[in-house]
């Protein structure tokens, strides 16, 4: 815990975006607009995280749609991989949106360095080859309510396996794996931040506010933040 991120009262959780390269900005946007907040003004910001020290600072991170090995390289040369890695294993919540969602696996078909290795699945990018670049699916995703989600795939990976402890969310018509979560970690290989619903935003934002209250009254955050 550092000093200034101790409060006596409620806090608003800081939610960062990794703005290294890809379509960050639409994220920022999305989480801006997805209406999750506390009932005494501790809701949500966010942050583009380029540094270490924002990277210190958020209570969690969006890793977004791009280019997976550039983010890598930039990642390292950046000197954030181990830094991220290392938070990730504390407990910081993390949502990979397309290329986000290939470094967060454990095991990726084609990626020509390391990924951040943090979701035991494995993950196969471009699935969908050349002649189906982007395509777009009404989605019904578990813990979402409402109508299907409607999910727009951009050279979009898949989820060829899911180990134990991951929970599938979402599949497309033929049955092939395109959101799961493991505990804090989100992977979904479209880009929600791309269309006007943000349910999904919301409920990555409810996550990292659920993790902050568990930390709090684990005694390693302070303030106070409340879940409406
Ligand atoms: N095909 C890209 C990759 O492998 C991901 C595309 C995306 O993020 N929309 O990194």
Do not use: Y
């Amino acid at each position: 815990m550092t000093p200034d991120r101790a409060s006596p009262r409620a806090r608003s959780a800081l939610i960062g975006v990794l703005a290294l390269q890809g379509d960050f900005a639409e994220h920022l946007a999305s989480l801006r607009a997805c209406g999750v907040d506390g009932p005494d003004g501790a809701g949500i910001d966010v942050i583009e995280v380029r540094t270490l020290d924002q990277l210190d600072a958020v209570d969690g991170l969006i890793i977004p749609g791009g280019e997976s090995t550039t983010i890598a390289r930039l990642l390292i040369a950046f000197d954030l991989m181990e830094p991220l890695r290392t938070r990730i294993r504390g407990g910081l919540p993390v949502w990979g949106t397309c290329a986000g969602a290939i470094l967060l696996a454990n095991e990726v078909t084609n990626l020509d360095r390391p990924s951040i290795a943090a979701m035991d699945i494995t993950i196969e990018r471009n699935a969908f080859g050349r002649q189906i670049d982007s395509f777009e699916e009404d989605l019904q995703i578990s813990g979402i309510e409402g109508p299907p989600l409607h999910a727009v795939f951009i050279r979009a990976p898949v989820i060829t396996r899911t180990g134990p402890g991951v929970e599938v969310l979402g599949r497309l018509a033929d049955g092939r794996i395109v959101a799961a979560r493991q505990g804090r970690l989100l992977a979904t290989a479209f880009h929600p931040e791309l269309t006007a619903d943000r349910r999904m935003h919301a409920l990555f934002a409810r996550i990292v506010l659920e993790q902050m209250l568990e930390q709090q009254r684990a005694g390693t955050v302070d303030g106070g933040v409340h879940l409406r």
